[in-house]
């Protein structure tokens, strides 16, 4: 069967659903064509007036005329344009001038491809890594509250995935939000140490442009200097090949990946308190858990986290290899590739972000359920302030030990051989022995006795390292989200 064309059926042609299904619409339009080519427009736009108040022969009604057009693209005659050149600068320099043409002349003078290309791709993700951190944030920030409302409440801690002293649920809950902090960190790390690769000409040496202002120098620099300030960054990178280094690319999709596997980590969790009932994701009236099993509720949101963060770190191997094999000067071996890495890396990341949003927006907790795990292990783990009581009360250590280690391989007995509760508690209740220290039982067994300064450490935590670093992003903090399909 033929596929029929994109104007007969749109649904007939594979979209990404990276964008058609979950991602926001402002990282669909920071990776869009329109932002794209509107941006190699203003960038030359950046680049005229610069030039013209250097010296060069560049009028007024050309840049106003440049101005005037910026939003005007013709993209069906770009790409017919790029058809025919097989360059899509030159296919849109074309394009540009052919609504600009008092500025045809002058339009992309002294640049090469990577003039816009390169710089095109540090503002994007510059602006993308503006978008995504108030997004992480505001995760931080709903886990935050989540945490300081659980501070107190003890629940079974967990090594290996056998059960272990008591911790709390706040403080659980803070072990994802240092993970995210330090990605909030390395994100703003990340977006401040980007520079613009400026005017650098074919291979980086400026020539084109020293050329054009008779061997000045200072000219160079200052248009230089002039292009990169009206780009909005403080910096240019002193030295390029034609293009930047692409180890600027390993740095940014790094700390994405990073993020990455913090949120996979914070969702395994998640998931992995829910298969024991404590606590869950947010689950919609209608939503239907499985097709086949009307009862069950999976985590599906912690489940596409997990799945796409996956994705997300994969992501770095490729601007790890195209950045060890660009050849001198540069190679044109890196293009395809990081049309699709650097958009689907931040793609990926804005939407798990979303969802994690609306997940920490939600988190249901089940106080009984996680108390009846803590009284299945809780007598287990007192048996050390037992001995500790008996002995104040004037009774022998190892005598008292010897009667636990028999009690409590009964009661162990009990609940791994016959499937029944712990009852230990109910043995030493039962024995003689213990007589002397039957009334300290129900103190011995607070389970907040055992969660050490857990509560005190979230605490001062959130007071002293998690408020302040949200502080930059209180404006940003905005209501509930919903979730993607």
Known sequence: ???????????????????????????????????????????????????????????????????????????????????????????????????????AAIIHLGATSCYVGDNTDLIVLRDGLNLLLPKLARVISRLADFAEKYADMPALGFTHYQPAQLTTVGKRCCLWIQDLC?????????????????????????????????????????LDRLVTAKAGFKRAYMVTGQTYSRKVDIGVLSVLASLG????????????????????????????????????????????CCSLARHLMTLVMDPLQTASV????????????????????????????????????????YPKVIERRIRQELPFMATENIIMAMVKAGGNRQ??????????????????????????????????YFSPIHKQLESLLDPSSFTGRAPQQVAKFLKEEVRPALIPYQSSMGGKIELAL
């Open 1 to 103: 069967m033929a596929a029929p064309g994109a104007e007969e059926d749109a649904m007939a042609r594979y979209r990404s659903p990276l964008v058609s299904r979950y991602a926001s619409a402002e990282m669909g339009y920071n990776f869009s064509e329109r932002k794209k080519f509107g941006t190699w427009r203003r960038l030359w736009l950046y680049l005229a007036p610069a030039e013209k108040s250097l010296g060069l022969p560049i009028t007024d009604e050309q840049i106003q005329e440049m101005e005037a057009n910026l939003d005007n693209i013709d993209f069906k005659m770009a790409a017919e344009e790029e058809k025919k050149l097989r360059h899509d600068v030159m296919a849109h320099v074309h394009t540009f001038a052919h609504c600009c043409p008092k500025a």
């Open 182 to 222: 330090m990605d909030l960190q390395n994100l703003e790390r990340a977006r401040d140490d980007l520079r613009f690769r400026g005017v650098k000409g074919t291979t980086g040496t400026q020539a084109s442009f020293l050329q054009l202002f008779e061997g000045d120098h200072s000219k160079v620099e200052e």
């Open 261 to 304: 596997a913090s949120i996979h980590k914070i969702c395994t969790d998640i998931r992995l308190l829910a298969n024991l009932k404590e606590i869950e994701e947010p689950f919609e009236k209608d939503q239907i858990g499985s097709s086949a099993m009307p009862y069950k509720r999976n985590p599906m949101r912690s489940e596409r």
């Open 326 to 365: 660009q050849w001198f000067e540069r190679t044109l071996d890196d293009s395809a590739n990081r049309r699709v890495c650097l958009a689907e890396a931040f793609l990926t990341a804005d939407i798990i972000l979303s969802t994690l949003q609306n997940i920490s927006e939600g988190l249901v907790v």
């Open 399 to 432: 005598d008292c030990h010897e009667k636990i280690r028999v009690l409590s391989q009964q009661a162990a007995a009990v609940v791994k051989q016959e499937g029944g509760d712990n009852d230990f508690i109910a043995r030493v209740r039962a024995d003689p």
